[in-house]
Structure formats: structure tokens, C-alpha cells
């Protein structure tokens, strides 16, 4: 069935380094999804890319969409503590489903 | 602004039990979702509802699963013989349209403990 890898599992950071999570699918999706989700908390969404190679930007926040619209990153510039939280992507595949990746977890380092 | 609530925020209940959770989705979407959360886990998909029907399920979703939206408001998710195994965390997601991209709202969760 359709996947969607999300890498690396855990990414620990000295606050104000950068951050970057990838997903790649095993097949062509329509639109992916990112999501944050704060220790305890329930995802909340972040942003949804649809065209191929798209780039959007939330503040510190980098999110790009592959030209073959298999492959997805999300990069954070100069984390802060208010980053810590696990962080998924969500690809919608050719049966409309959400498919969520594993989700990346940022902890920052003391 | 607007947003899913679910109740209970903690049920536990024993193996072979029945339970029902309850979800009230945001009052102007179409389209609803239950996903289940294992501790530290990925979010998995169970099932979306559209139009009194449901229109997805994964292969989580067996025949213990059901959903129904019995008045205007409530969804719920209704699991007939419990297992220990189904202790996750369980989200309630609403959106406003199903294909076309939408974002999903998600409720608080309701962490269900099977003992």
C-alpha cells in the first residue's frame, strides 16, 4: 500500500541551530499536509502544499513539495524552545486518504 | 474560533468491554475523522465520514469499530469488545471538504486504557 517515510525519527538541536525534516512517498501524492504536534497535545495544522516544487514560508519555517510530488521537507531556521514538539507530514495518495508519516520529533538541548 | 471537542478526556475500561467515544466536530464541516495515536507513536487513520456514510477505513477498522452520527452534532466512535491492544490515544478530526485539500481540525483526544 501507499507509505510515506518521514526521517529522521528524533533530530536534537542547541536552540538557534537549524532544523529540517523530510518525507518521501512511495508513490505520486496529491498534496501533502504538515502538521505540529506539542508534548500532550493533538496535531494541529500547519500548512497544505499542492503544485509541484511549490515553496511556502511561515516565518522561520520552510516548506517545499519535490517537482515529482513524491517528496516533501519542512526546515526550521534558528529553532526556539516554542519549536519543541513532533512534526508530521501527511500525504493525500490516489484514494483521497491522509497517509501520515512516522513524524519527526525536535527536542532541544539544554 | 471554532473547534472539535471529545469527551471523555480519559476512559478506561476493562478487556472485553464495550466503549463509545464521543466527538462534536466544528459545526460547518462536512467531513469527519477518527485516527488512533499509540503512546509516542505515529498517527494512524481509521476512518472518515461523509454524508451519514463512511466513505474510508483502513485495515485497523475492523468489525469491533463502528461510527455514527446519531443527532446534528455528535460523531461517535463505538468499539464493541475491547482489547488491550486498543489503548492509544484517539483523535477526532473535522474538515470543511474531503478531496479538495483541506486542512483537518483535531479535537484534545481521548486517551483510552484497556486494563
Known amino acids: 500500500g501507499q507509505q510515506v517515510m518521514q526521517i529522521p525519527q528524533y533530530q536534537h538541536v542547541q536552540e538557534g541551530e537549524d532544523f529540517t525534516t523530510y518525507c518521501n512517498s512511495s508513490?505520486?501524492?496529491?498534496?501533502i499536509q504538515w502538521y505540529k504536534q506539542r508534548p500532550g497535545g493533538h496535531p494541529v495544522f500547519l500548512i497544505q502544499l499542492v503544485k509541484s516544487g511549490e515553496v511556502k514560508k511561515q516565518k522561520r519555517l520552510t516548506f517545499q513539495f519535490g517537482e515529482a510530488k513524491k517528496n516533501s521537507s519542512l526546515h526550521i531556521t534558528a529553532t526556539q524552545t516554542t519549536d519543541v514538539g513532533t512534526y508530521f507530514c501527511?500525504?493525500?495518495?490516489?484514494?483521497?486518504?491522509?497517509?501520515w508519516g512516522a513524524g519527526t520529533k525536535l527536542i532541544i538541548k539544554p | 474560533e471554532p473547534e472539535v471537542t471529545q469527551t471523555p478526556s480519559h476512559q478506561v475500561t476493562q478487556m472485553g468491554q464495550e466503549v463509545i467515544l464521543r466527538c462534536v466536530p466544528i459545526?460547518?464541516?462536512?467531513?469527519f475523522y477518527w485516527y488512533r495515536q499509540i503512546l509516542g507513536q505515529k498517527v494512524e487513520f481509521l476512518v472518515s465520514?461523509?454524508?451519514?456514510?463512511?466513505?474510508?477505513k483502513s485495515e485497523i477498522f475492523d468489525d469491533q469499530f463502528s461510527v455514527e452520527r446519531p443527532d446534528g452534532s455528535n460523531f461517535t466512535l463505538k468499539i464493541r469488545s475491547t482489547k488491550l491492544e486498543d489503548s492509544a490515544m484517539y483523535f477526532c478530526?473535522?474538515?470543511?471538504?474531503?478531496?479538495?485539500?483541506?486542512?483537518?481540525?483535531f479535537g484534545p483526544g481521548t486517551r483510552l486504557t484497556v486494563t
Open positions: 459545526s460547518n464541516h462536512l467531513y
Open positions: 465520514f461523509y454524508n451519514n456514510e463512511i466513505s474510508e
Open positions: 478530526a473535522s474538515s470543511e471538504n474531503g478531496v479538495f485539500p483541506s486542512e483537518q481540525y
Open positions: 508513490t505520486t501524492l496529491s498534496n
Open positions: 501527511a500525504g493525500r495518495g490516489s484514494n483521497y486518504q491522509l497517509i
